[in-house]
Structure formats: C-alpha cells, structure tokens
C-alpha cells in the first residue's frame, strides 16, 4: 500500500479538489510583482481577492490583478473584507459574480469593528441566508465557537473558516480546543482563517485536523515575503503529514527509547 502523505493527498470545496491546502490572500504586498511571485511560491490554487480594495475589473484603464493571477491558472476566491453589515457584503458579492462571469465561489466576512476585526455573526448568519439562497457557494470567516460554526454548515456553508486569532495580529491559534471541536463536528472543510503568524502556527492548523489554512498577513508582512511563503508550504505539508500519521499519546513522565529489557550486561 503506498504512503499517504501531503503531496499525495486533497481536499474538496464546492466541488472542485485541490492538491493544496494553503489559500492565500493577495493584500498588503509591495507591488504586483511580489504578490505573483508570493503566490507562486506558496504553491495556492485558491487565491482569495478583497472585492472593495483591489480592481478585479471594476475599474476599467487601472491595474488588474487578474492580469498576474490569471482565473485560468488559479481558483478566484472573491472576499467581503472591509464590510460591516450584511447589506454591502451580499453586494460585494454580487458584483464579484457579475465581474468573473458567474462565478459563484466567495468568501463571506461581515466585521464587527474597526478595531478587533471580529466578525459580528448576527449580520453574517443574515449575509449567509441570502447569499446561499441566492446560489452562491459561501465559505464563511467565523470567530471560533463551535456551535456557531455548525450553524453556519447547517446554513448551507461550503466551508466554515474560524480564526485562530484576530485578523493580520499574528498570534497563532489561541485556543486549540474550539478549533479541534469545530473539526470534529463538521461534514464540510475546516479551515483556520485568521491570525496565523509564523510556519509552526500553520502545522498546529494542520496537526489539530483542519482542511486547510488561510494567510495573508503572515506572509506579506513577512521581511522575506516569497521565502516566507515558500516555508508556509512545507508548514501546511508537514502539519497534515502528521495528522495523517497520529501521533503518540503524551506521557507524564520518561519513556526509554532503548527498551531495559533484555539487556546482555
């Protein structure tokens, strides 16, 4: 029987299949350049864009990002950062539809506040029943309770994305175990969106059993953008490689390596 291991292995959303488990987001880079070759590095197919802050054709005569991440060679996932109610998101979305002709594929983010970024859920559960009932297949940005993550699937969710932590803060995954409860719970993708600092925060994603991790921050904020993407791919890689092969249970105290028994002196 052959090994399973990351490169070997995919997950399906909306049902597309992807061999990579790493979505990455395309804001804060110094120019198009770095973003492609960020992207490139980072071994994404699904590529998630901010439909109010970039021209993905809205903007006739200016730069369009689709020019250096082609729709062709990349999954567009469309996002509502930078909304704060229900109303603008759905519209944002709409729009996103209209400009990638059709394309139901998005990511819902409705924001609570400037200041933490969380989501405000009241707004994104009313966001949600629309935009599903509308066609739309919906991953959903979520903060990381677990009943409200299994209302989401139930909604109609296509994937369900806790964070780990507050958007772009970097400080990894502050509770490991909503996180690992949300996986347990859920029939669609997990994927931790949010929060994610350095490579090891990606593998504890991945160790704790998500489908995928989402990154932007992390990555683009990074001194060495391309190479820190490059290290968020083995990240992504190794974390799930060890999910697959489960690891050993912890102990309290020591465990020789070297079996005492059986020794001839």
């Known amino acids: 029987m052959p090994i399973q291991t990351a490169a070997t292995d995919s997950f399906t959303v909306a049902g597309e299949t992807y061999s990579s488990r790493l979505l990455v987001g395309t804001g804060k880079y110094r120019d198009m350049g770095e973003t492609r070759r960020a992207v490139e590095a980072s ?18 005569g200016e730069p369009n990002i689709l020019e250096v991440l082609p729709p062709e060679r990349y999954t567009i996932l469309p996002n509502t950062a930078g909304c704060f109610d229900a109303e603008t998101a759905i519209r944002a979305c709409r729009l996103a539809r209209e400009l990638l002709d059709g394309h139901n594929l998005c990511k819902l983010e409705v924001l609570g506040d400037e200041k933490t970024l969380f989501p405000d859920m009241v707004a994104t ?13 919906v991953m959903v940005y979520t903060n990381d309770d677990p009943i409200m993550a299994k209302r989401l699937e139930e909604l109609g969710c296509v994937a369900v994305m806790p964070l780990a932590a507050p958007i772009g803060s970097g400080l990894g995954i502050r509770n490991r175990l909503n996180i690992l409860t949300i996986v347990e719970n859920a029939q669609v993708p997990i994927l931790v969106d949010a ?25 683009a904020a990074a001194k060495d953008p391309v190479l820190m993407a490059s290290a968020m791919r083995k990240a992504i890689e190794a974390g799930h490689e060890a999910f697959l092969a489960g690891r050993m249970a912890p102990k309290r105290f020591a465990s020789a390596s070297s079996p005492l028994e059986g020794l001839f002196f």
Request: charged share 20%; proline share 2%.
């Open 125 to 137: 559960l009313q966001a949600t029943e629309v935009l599903v009932k509308d066609g739309f297949d």
């Open 195 to 219: 929060g994610v600092g350095t490579a090891s925060d990606a593998a504890v994603a991945m160790e704790l059993g998500c489908d995928g991790v989402l990154m932007n921050t992390a990555i």
């Open 43 to 60: 071994g994404a197919e699904i590529v998630t864009i901010a439909v109010r802050r970039t021209n993905i054709g809205q903007t006739p």
